[in-house]
């Protein structure tokens, strides 16, 4: 359809005024009418009065959008004519309707930032004489003073989002500054006129537009000594505001303080700092006003948004000159406005009410508490004991504040979802504040929480009902400050975990409980320097297993303890291996609890005689490996599933933890995930030493041997019926790969067996887990000689394998291969580390196919999933690496090079997603390194390919781009910088504004 007034008109209607699938079809068809080149002329048709608000609209936003992404279309001969219309149509609109006036005046706002300087170098001025009420007779005055205000604040919002050139938004920003002292002269003017008995509702209305204006200005940057008289304007705006509702209505208080605000943050107020403190000096009598609302709080409702917005003010300006603060504390002169600013956000911290039910505002403080200790910590050590004697009282009051506001609601079944999430994000930012508050006040916190924590049990001991809130909320913070407090503290802390001995539990809340127990679990590093209070807490947390809602803390505490307390537990070994034998066959846990005890049964069970550890193991963990046993007889089934995976997933993690050897390297944590409840234990016959074929006579079986040898038959059987199923492979994969991490060499004798399970696993459905764990064996055993004929055979067979299922039965290149795409990210990380720490397994035995492999990771550079090329990139960046000292390699490499080439090429030329350009990249680099007459003759033979890799990109550039990769051996953000710039090309991005916002994201 023509792009003619009439179906413009018509396509506008049908988008307001139609269903939507009309309207989906009007916007598309609308959306391409403003990117025609006849958009420059039918705009002025429907801009026409006679048109209905809607068309005009449309017209008007057409216009702006023109004049923003296809200025490149006007040819400079036409400026003046564009300029003249521009004009007009914003005087025909003066009186409305306000949002296309509004449109109008941001279309000559982008019209002048594209003719300055060189066109209309003076245009800011001459719109300041020409929007004069002499000029314009027919407009009313407070509507050319608001047209001119419109103009004015739009250009600089204008000026930030444009994406002009470099060098061009440099000369606009420099012609914007020269005309500083104007617009501010006249900004003056208007906020000066006597707010006491405006003239009519548009006086008001041009009054705080020309504090919008001022916000917009400032944000731009306007040097602070030029803006003490508008300050004084804009904070009498907001006095005046409150004081009438015609101001108030209009929200010139809002405005006035985003003025304000941008004014004290600008990042260049920092060379002023005397102006600062003035400026400083003007805000705080703005506090009058929060004492008015809040007074009228009590009686008629105070406004909690004006006060909000004046806090946020105070707050602003303290974060952006925190350093000047602290270094005026120390003079006389400077000091009292410095401290009364410092209460006046204590006593926002402090707002009245409960957090997220009755008040919003107390939040707004919390990051400014970090700024202020972050600066007096890194202060000179004389000026830091200064500091922290004048603030030393703040933080101590503002520790008390936290206290109060961190308290739980009575009763929380009547907050909504959204009410909870907002409390729970509070009490973590009151939980870090509480850590700043340590960094000033160290034992003198402790201190102070010890004393509450006293007042609040002895509270709770008459009336648990009303004060566990209050001891709920000591513990909170006895928890918050625990990775701050020093290791060898030895004066509050063994009373503190003393008197969680002498809770009231049964008679408090169960959330004051919990909030216990995950204070013990913070604690765990300095309990380990200080085991003596072990018995105090041990008796609390196996008593937390029993309860289905304390199960969850008291398992993570008991996790947390015996990881960093293991040596230490061995005397409450017997007591938490009962518990948590009770709690595992109470069926009250969760599988994620149930995965998560079997950490500690491990980390327990490790400090104990072998014997021990064996005698255990049958009363806790036999009778679920038969239990697995029978479930894997069952068919497939919901219960059954879930069944195996909670039984696998305690299995895995005991073999993570159960370990008996000293270690030299750090554990890494196992992963505890979310499952159904235990059932019910029952118990078998162990094997012994010499019924198993377990390494060495002489030296001492790690127990996990034997479980996993018991389990191995099971493993295959639930692979016979299970093999489809990813969550269950992954569940067995996952228990392998802990088994390995553990026994380490003493896993040799059943390394044939845990072979022939995963090879078992992969020939019946290819799985990225058992790749995963198929890798762990490669890089643990391919240098083990008694071991190299079994590697050979696995990494042939699973490459035979995966190749099959990827391509095998592919006949387009590439056809289906994106549906196997995590199998072979899998499969290229698992190459790509075999080539780092042994390239010789590559070629030591037969039967793998290197050409199969590299042309398949050629192939997989095309596939839009980024994991996957980016595994294949690492594999092929190091099969290119190794290729020189490897002869079967370099033959790969000097035989399908030219294809891999060819594909990179593609690829940059707009095949694959811009975020994978960063891993080709890499591929080109180690081309050039190691092959690099071989690159030039491909990357050469391939631009002179009519229209390859894009027929956007001219011989000229191909060439260039060739030239640029053969440069860089060494630099590779070049070589980054150089592909993506290409790409850009390409796909026909290079200087549009989509490729201008989302190039830092890659």
């Known amino acids: 359809m023509e792009f003619t007034a009439e179906n413009l008109e018509h396509a506008v209607l049908q988008f307001y005024h139609s269903d939507s699938a009309v309207r989906g079809h009007a916007h598309q068809w609308l959306t391409a009418a403003q990117a025609s080149p006849e958009a420059w002329c039918f705009v002025w048709e429907l801009l026409h009065p006679s048109k209905s608000a809607e068309v005009q609209f449309f017209a008007a936003t057409t216009l702006h959008t023109k004049l923003v992404k296809s200025w490149h279309q006007v040819p400079p001969e036409q400026y003046a004519s564009l300029k003249k219309q521009l004009l007009e149509a914003i005087a025909s609109y003066s009186i409305g309707p306000k949002i296309v006036l509004n449109r109008l005046c941001i279309a000559l706002s982008a019209y002048v930032l594209h003719t300055l300087p060189v066109h209309w170098p003076n245009a800011v001025l001459e719109l300041l004489a020409t929007l004069q009420p002499s000029n314009l007779p027919n407009i ?76 917009s200005w400032l944000q731009l940057g306007v040097p602070l000594p030029e803006c003490e008289k508008l300050a004084d304007h804009l904070v009498a705006s907001v006095f005046a505001s409150t004081s009438s509702p015609q101001f108030h209505q209009t929200g010139l208080a809002e405005s006035s303080l985003d003025a304000l605000t941008n004014m004290a943050t600008h990042p260049e107020t920092h060379r002023y700092p005397s102006t600062c403190l003035r ?183 008459s009336d648990p009902r009303m004060w566990w809130r209050s001891l709920e909320s000591c513990l909170h913070a006895f928890q918050a400050v625990a990775e701050c407090v020093d290791i060898d503290e030895s004066r509050h802390l063994p009373r503190f975990l003393e008197a969680l001995h002498r809770l009231p539990y049964h008679q408090l809340d169960t959330r004051v409980v919990i909030t216990a127990l995950e204070a013990v679990g913070a604690y765990a590093e300095w309990i380990n320097a200080h085991p003596f209070v072990l018995s105090h807490i041990i008796p609390l947390l196996v008593t937390g297993l029993g309860s289905g809602d304390l199960a969850p803390s008291a398992t993570m505490a008991l996790k947390d303890l015996t990881r960093d307390c293991q040596t230490s537990m061995a005397p409450f070994a017997h007591h938490i291996l009962q518990a948590s034998q009770a709690a595992l066959r109470g069926g009250k846990l969760k599988l994620g609890e149930c995965v998560r005890l079997m950490y500690t049964v491990g980390r327990v069970l490790a400090v104990l005689p072998v014997d021990s550890i064996m005698h255990y193991l049958n009363q806790l963990l036999m009778p679920y490996v038969e239990e697995l046993q029978y479930l894997v007889t069952l068919e497939p089934s919901a219960a059954a599933k879930a069944g195996i995976l909670l039984r696998m997933k305690m299995l895995s993690m005991l073999f993570a933890t159960l370990d008996i050897k000293p270690r030299t390297e750090n554990e890494t944590e196992p992963d505890v995930s979310e499952g159904s409840d235990v059932g019910t234990c029952t118990t078998v016959q162990q094997k012994t030493p010499q019924q198993s074929a377990a390494p060495g006579n002489n030296e001492q079986v790690q127990p996990v041997f034997f479980v996993l040898q018991r389990i191995l038959p099971v493993m295959h059987a639930a692979l016979d019926k299970w093999y489809a199923d990813t969550h269950v492979v992954q569940a067995l994969c996952s228990a392998l790969k802990h088994a390995l991490a553990t026994l380490l060499d003493d896993c040799k004798p059943l390394v044939p067996e845990i072979l022939m399970l995963i090879l078992k696993s992969f020939q019946l459905q290819p799985h990225p887990a058992a790749l995963d764990l198929a890798r762990q064996f490669l890089v643990m055993y391919s240098r083990d000689k008694s071991q190299l004929p079994l590697m050979e055979s696995l990494l042939r067979e699973l490459c035979s394998v995966t190749l099959m299922a990827c391509i095998g039965s592919s006949d387009i290149p590439g056809g289906g291969v994106s549906d196997h795409a995590d199998l072979l990210e899998a499969f290229f990380n698992l190459l790509a580390q075999i080539l780092k720490k042994n390239p010789q397994l590559f070629v030591s035995g037969e039967g793998v196919d290197l050409a199969a492999l590299f042309q398949c990771g050629t192939m997989t550079l095309s596939l ?91 011989q000229e550039q191909k060439e260039q781009f060739v030239k640029m990769v053969l440069k860089e051996r060494a630099n590779k953000r070049k070589l980054q910088e150089t592909v993506r710039e290409f790409s850009l090309i390409c796909r026909g991005l290079v200087g549009t504004d989509y490729a201008a916002q989302s190039s830092p994201f890659f």
């Open 864 to 954: 839009p999933e980024v994991p996957a090329v980016k595994a294949a990139t690492s594999f092929l960046v190091n099969f290119v690496s190794q290729s020189r000292e490897l002869p079967q390699l370099l033959t790969v490499v000097q035989a399908y090079g030219e294809e891999l080439v060819q594909r990179l090429l593609q690829c940059i030329g707009g095949e694959s997603p811009r975020s994978v350009l960063e891993h080709l990249s890499d591929i080109l680099l180690a081309m050039n390194k190691k092959h690099c007459d071989n690159l030039s003759r491909w990357l050469h033979q391939a631009i002179h390919q009519d229209g390859f890799p894009s027929p956007r990109a001219s």
């Open 279 to 461: 400026l400083l000096g003007k805000l705080l009598p703005l506090q009058q006003i929060i004492q008015a609302q809040q007074q009228r709080d009590c009686t008629e409702g105070g406004n909690e948004e004006l006060v909000s917005s004046i806090y946020s003010l105070f707050i602003s300006f303290a974060e952006t000159h925190s350093r000047l603060l602290l270094d005026s504390l120390l003079s006389d002169d400077e000091k009292t406005n410095v401290m009364q600013l410092i209460q006046l956000i204590l006593q926002c911290s402090n707002s009245p009410g409960e957090y997220a039910l009755e008040e919003n505002t107390s939040q707004l403080a919390l990051g400014f508490w970090y700024i202020l200790q972050d600066d007096i910590i890194a202060s000179e050590p004389e000026q830091f004991h200064l500091c922290v004697a004048l603030l030393s009282p703040v933080y101590r009051s503002l520790a008390e504040v936290m206290l109060r506001k961190s308290m739980l609601p009575f009763v929380e079944s009547a907050w909504t979802s959204e009410e909870k999430e907002l409390l729970r994000c509070y009490r973590q930012d009151i939980a870090d504040t509480m850590m700043y508050c340590y960094s000033i006040l160290r034992d003198n916190l402790l201190e102070l929480l010890h004393g509450k924590l006293e007042e609040a049990l002895e509270n709770c001991s």
């Open 140 to 215: 009313p005055p407070e509507r050319t003073a608001w047209i001119l205000l419109e103009i004015l604040t739009v250009l600089p919002e204008e000026f930030q989002s444009s994406h002009l050139a470099h060098a061009q938004k440099g000369l606009v920003r420099n012609e914007l500054q020269k005309n500083v002292p104007q617009v501010i002269s006249v900004l003056q003017n208007i906020l000066a006129t006597d707010t006491s008995a405006p003239n009519n509702e548009t006086a008001v209305e041009v009054m705080c537009q020309a504090s919008c204006c001022a916000a």
